[in-house]
């Protein structure tokens, strides 16, 4: 069963929760506290829809909630933002403490990553686990920006079916290297047809003021504050290196590492199987009960 939950952002922004089953009644016979939350969070252009594979799975031990941040999917996108850092980060630990969930899991990829260990950072007491998925603690700077400016203007958009918005996202697309259909699965979810065709759920331009808070600046800083156990992993074809998800590691106070093979940005829906046997025991060993 999945319901949804209408949460209030701290600035007042509508936010919209997805809770994937019924909490578990009792604990697992191998020590985990199924009672315990596990919040997920979104990358930049995503929505909540985009964890459920990894959300039902969780859901057999643990009350697993996704969240559609501010400006994506069902969540509120109020023209005049914000869409800082500290909106996003402010907004997860509403959600947090709405649902009643602390101390929380998190698990986040891409910009949600960033938003993970930035509250984890900031509020300890709200997190007791965190999982990065694929993203950076390098600057990208200011030729990365630009480049997706122009990537934005290059989408032939309205398109006129779903089976075109997969076809370019996973084959076409100028950024797609060889094709990749779980790329065009993953951007068909954040169409809506409009009377001329598909469009984005979400503004280009909203996306793009939110990737402008945090492309320019290094995150190490926040990064060695976070105190909780912490998994970084990444595709082996995906945005984050090897060598920076090392250093990443050894940052962190609690570091782990994790590949998933054959998987590129978008691991967990590239290789949903290798993405849970690289979690599933960090997972287990972090929440288990003291």
Known sequence: MVRRIDLTGADGVRLAAWEFADPPKAPGDDGTDPAQGVLLLHGLMGRAGHWAET???????????????????HSGKPAAGPYTREAYVADAAAAIEQLD??????IGHSMGALTAWQLAAERPDLVKALVISDMRASALGAASQREWENWFRTWPVPFATLADV???????????????????????????ESPDGWRPVF??????????????????????????????????????????????????PHGQYAEVPDAAHYLHYDRPEGWRAAIEPFLEEATRRR
């Open 55 to 73: 959300a039902r799975w969780l859901a057999e031990r643990y009350r697993a909630v996704a969240l559609d941040q501010r400006g994506h999917g």
């Open 166 to 192: 997969r076809k370019w996202f996973g084959e076409d697309d100028p950024r797609v290297e060889r094709p990749n259909p779980a790329r065009g699965a993953f951007f068909s979810e954040v169409m809506c």
């Open 101 to 106: 969930l602390a101390p929380v899991t998190l």
């Open 203 to 252: 503004s280009p331009h909203q996306m793009l003021a939110a990737r402008e808070t945090w492309v320019h600046d290094a995150h190490w800083d926040t990064l060695a504050q976070v105190r909780c156990p912490t998994l970084v992993v990444r595709g082996l074809d995906g945005e984050l290196g090897r060598a920076e998800a090392q250093e990443m590691v050894r940052v962190l």
